[in-house]
């Protein structure tokens, strides 16, 4: 909820088209704006092969909800992603799994590709945590639509924090997710499926996250509202 201001996000927009349009690379980059500026981002960020997600959905197409937002409306704006589960939205909004598993069959029927958040907080049962987020979804969708997601592992005490897991950690719960997919599908499906680390994601420590730790990719946070800090971290992996 950052951006608060046009002039904030037109500066942001500026700055960051400044910065990724000097970056040529493989990888996909996916920004999340808040919803209200989904679609000027889209058409500013075109322009330097950036996609575009949103921050989250309702899991109904359209009807009377009242202050939420279809992910058919998001797809339309030109996002190809969404966040789903992140654990703000279950701290703050209550969400709960099932919830969260409905917004992920809609997204997938529009075709929007969801980022499932998993985690836990400090002190919690991590690993029956992590598996209860995991085979929420993993039970309810078939091995095609399991490898059209995103999971990303954010332990919620790293978020913000400066204090992150180490790789090997890291790197335990990456193979810990992959194997309830691989126990419910198949290894292959596992093999293929994205996963993605978050919590206090910096350039200094985003290589041995991607290397020790076998991550995916990154879901950063706090460093994503500098573009400068964002755009390096980009350059350093690829």
Request: net charge negative.
């Amino acid at each position: 909820m950052n951006m608060e201001s046009i002039s904030q996000r037109n500066s942001y927009c500026e700055e960051f088209v400044k910065e990724f349009k000097q970056i040529k690379t493989n990888n996909h980059i996916v920004v999340c704006p808040p919803t209200i500026y989904l679609e000027y981002f889209y058409k500013l960020l075109d322009k330097v092969n950036v996609n575009i997600g949103a921050q989250d959905c309702f899991w109904e197409l359209y009807g009377s909800y009242t202050g939420n937002t279809s992910p058919k409306t998001i797809k339309s704006i030109g996002a190809e992603f969404v966040i789903l589960g992140h654990s703000e939205r279950r701290l703050y909004n209550h969400e709960t799994d099932d919830e969260i598993a409905k917004k992920v069959l809609t997204s997938l029927r529009v075709g929007l590709m969801p980022i499932v958040c998993v985690g836990f907080m400090e002190g919690d049962d991590e690993t029956n945590n992590v598996k209860r987020q995991v085979e929420i979804i993993t039970k309810n969708f078939s091995e095609e639509e399991i490898e059209n997601i995103v999971f990303a592992y954010e332990p919620v005490y790293a978020i913000g924090s400066g204090k992150t897991p180490s790789s090997d950690e890291i790197h335990t719960m990456i193979m810990y997710i992959r194997s309830i997919i691989a126990v419910s599908h198949s290894k292959e499906c596992a093999e293929n499926v994205g996963i993605l680390y978050g919590g206090s994601v910096v350039s200094e420590n985003v290589i041995e996250l991607c290397t020790k730790a076998y991550a995916d990719g990154v879901l950063v946070g706090g460093a994503s509202l500098s573009p400068r800090k964002f755009a390096q971290i980009v350059r350093i992996l690829n």
